[in-house]
C-alpha cells in the first residue's frame, strides 16, 4: 500500500513529528520501535531517530528536500552532525519565523517561503536546498509548510488555496497542486501528512475519500 494510515505520539497530525525526503525520513526520539518499521515500508525511506534542539516536533522544525536540510536555529551542533552524515547539506534559520517547517514548501525543484522571511534567511534557504525560492501564501495563510504536503510527483494544499496560488505553486515547484483536506476536514496538509515520491502516512482520523485524494493528488495510485 503506497499510504499507511497511523498516529504519531497519540495524534493523528503526523506531519508535525516527522518530516521525509525520497532517502530518509526523520522521526522523534518517542517513536516506538514497530512504527519505525511502519515509516520505513511506507515511505521507502530509512529512518532517521533525532531530534531539533531536543524538541520532538520534527516537522514543524525542519524543511527537508534530497539535497539539504533547513532547521531551526536552536538546533544542536548533534543535530546537525545527524543529518549531515547522512549526506544532507544543512543550514539553520532565526528570528521570529525560525520553524522552518512551517514556513517553507519544498521539494527538489523549488521552494514557497513565508512572505515575511528576510532576503537574508531567503538566501540560506536557496544555498542549503539548491533550489529556486519565492515568497507567497496559500489560502492568503503565510505558513506555507503547514498548509501544505509537497513531493517531486505532486503537492496537496489547503482547500481555499486560489487558482493563482495553485498556478504558482505548480510553476516553482514543477508539478501538479490540488486541495485537499486531512483528518476528517481539517485544512492543515503539512500538519497532517508526511510524504515522498514513494508514499505517504496519514493519521487514523483521515477518512477513506481523503486519502483517495492524497493518492491521487501526489501521484501514488
Known sequence: MPIAQFDLNG???????????????????????????DFERALGAKPIVMAVGGSNILGSLVALNSSGAVLADFAEDADIATLRE???????IGGKYN????????????????????????????????????????????????????TSKGVLCHPKTTDTELDFLEDLLKVEADIG?????????????????HGAIVGSACTGPEVNRVENALDLI
Not at 529556486?132 to 503547514?146: D, M, P, Q
Not at 481539517?186 to 515520491?197: H, R
Open 181 to 197: 483536506t486531512v483528518n476528517h476536514g481539517a485544512p492543515f496538509l503539512g500538519a497532517g501528512l508526511v510524504a515522498n515520491k
Open 99 to 150: 520553524a522552518a517547517g512551517n514556513n517553507l514548501l519544498c521539494n527538489d525543484h523549488g521552494a514557497l517561503a513565508n512572505p515575511d522571511l528576510s532576503d537574508e534567511v531567503i538566501g540560506v534557504i536557496a544555498e542549503t536546498l539548491g533550489v529556486r525560492v519565492e515568497r507567497g501564501t496559500l489560502a492568503g495563510i503565510k505558513t506555507v509548510g503547514s498548509a501544505a504536503c509537497a
Open 86 to 92: 547522512a549526506g544532507l547539506k544543512v543550514g539553520r
Open 11 to 37: 495524534s493523528p497530525y503526523v506531519g508535525v513529528f516527522a518530516r521525509a525526503n525520497d532517502q530518509l525520513v526523520l522521526v522523534p526520539h518517542s517513536t516506538p520501535a514497530n512504527l519505525l518499521a
